[in-house]
């Protein structure tokens, strides 16, 4: 065989080996494992979801409109995250005319909750201590708080995160998990509740809620894993 017939022989062993028939033969797609929460926590945070419904927005799946909740549990979401705000009025106000209904505030949540575990979803439920955003460069009380005494301040952060686990609680809605405060790096409800320059302070006060969590808890079949959240760990 000379080195022009090897060479088409060799391209030919080539090209049969690119057949058709051995592309389709491809690797089987990996099988989709959905877990537990109890095993392993995972979906999103759906704070804005009722929100963007009641104004307009839709959700879709593959082209077809779909309930956002149930799009996340088909696909493998198994808790879902939602933020509470005190009093955010400012939610309605943004809107002209303004919004019949607040969000992220107490009956927003508890719809939201309904939605998620009418699913057989876990919720985590991520109470700010603020009537807006709290996060590392904003960590403001509630307006109604505004002023207090650091005992009458541990007072209302506790009274206020038993009282809506209570409601929660009596209407079948406990949470899975609770965050008592949000993105607290420098601390929460500033500046009694400064993490580093009122250390003894800001664990009086996180105890409190931390106490509500427990004391809620005791008479329900959920009891609620405790979150502290801090952004950025890496950092």
């Excluded at 409109?65 to 009025?89: Q, S």
């Excluded at 038993?162 to 609680?169: H, I, M, P, S, V």
Aim: charged residues 20%; hydrophobic residues 40%.
């Amino acid at each position: 065989m000379n080195m022009r017939t090897l060479t088409i022989a060799m391209t030919f062993l080539i090209l049969a080996g690119c057949s058709g028939t051995d592309k389709d033969k491809r690797e089987p797609e990996p099988k989709k494992v959905f877990y537990d929460h109890t095993d392993f926590s995972m979906g999103a945070d759906l704070s804005y979801v009722n929100q963007i419904l009641d104004h307009g927005g839709v959700y879709r799946d593959s082209g077809t409109i779909t309930d956002p909740y149930i799009i996340f549990r088909k696909y493998g979401a198994n808790t879902v995250r939602l933020r509470l705000w005190h009093n955010p009025e400012w939610t309605r106000s943004v809107y002209s005319p303004a919004a019949a209904n607040m969000y992220n505030d107490y009956e927003d949540v508890k719809r939201a909750i309904t939605a998620t575990k009418a699913l057989g979803m876990a919720v985590s439920l991520d109470f700010h201590y603020s009537d807006s955003w709290a996060d590392p460069a904003s960590q403001v009380p509630p307006a109604a708080w505004a002023g207090l005494s650091l005992e009458l301040l541990r007072d209302s952060i506790y009274n206020y995160t038993l009282k809506t686990l209570d409601k929660l609680e009596a209407a079948g809605l406990m949470p899975e998990y609770v965050q008592v405060g949000n993105e607290i790096n420098p601390g929460f409800v500033l500046p009694s509740g400064d993490r580093w320059n009122k250390k003894p302070d800001f664990v009086y006060l996180i105890n409190g809620a931390i106490k509500a969590v427990r004391d809620a808890s005791n008479s329900s079949s959920v009891k609620p894993e405790i979150i502290i959240h801090v952004a950025q760990p890496e950092n």
